[in-house]
């Protein structure tokens, strides 16, 4: 038994991937999620998080939930959903704000994966009015 033990807690850690993406205040960008899993064939259930447990973006048995979406992503996220039975998952954030700078879990329990992306925000900072430079 304690032979299988090390066997056993390798099989349950997930893979969990991190991938990094850089915006500008202002841009849209897309934050990349996919899995070819054969469980994503039929309905399935994608959840967005910010940091440790803000709602970005839910997709509740094949459909867009909103019920539980922050406010500060309210109108600015799309995802493709055409793209779901390809196990792509992946959202377009519009209007990116210093603030959104962070990271983001793309968590797919029908087959108990994540995916997480590190966002970096980059602006335009004004330091007297006539000198500006980009971070």
């Known amino acids: 038994v304690r032979c299988c033990l090390p ?3 390798l099989l349950l850690i997930q893979k969990v991937s991190l991938q990094d993406v850089q915006a500008f205040v ?3 960008v897309i ?3 996919s899995n070819s ?3 994503l064939l039929g309905k399935v259930s994608v959840f967005w998080r910010f940091g440790d447990n803000i709602t970005m973006y839910d997709i509740t048995d094949s459909s867009v939930n909103f019920d539980e979406q922050a406010t500060s992503y309210k109108n600015r996220v799309d995802s493709f959903p055409a793209e779901w039975t390809k196990g792509n998952f992946s959202i377009k954030l519009r209007d990116v704000r210093k603030s959104d700078g962070g ?3 793309c968590f797919l329990p029908n087959v108990n994966a994540k995916n997480k992306v590190q ?3 980059k602006g335009a900072y004004e330091l ?7 971070v």
């Open 103 to 105: 990271t983001y879990t």
């Open 119 to 121: 966002l970096t925000v």
């Open 37 to 39: 899993h054969e469980a």
């Open 7 to 9: 066997l056993v807690f």
């Open 26 to 28: 202002g841009d849209t």
């Open 31 to 33: 934050l990349p999620c």
């Open 128 to 134: 007297s009015s006539n000198i500006r430079f980009v």
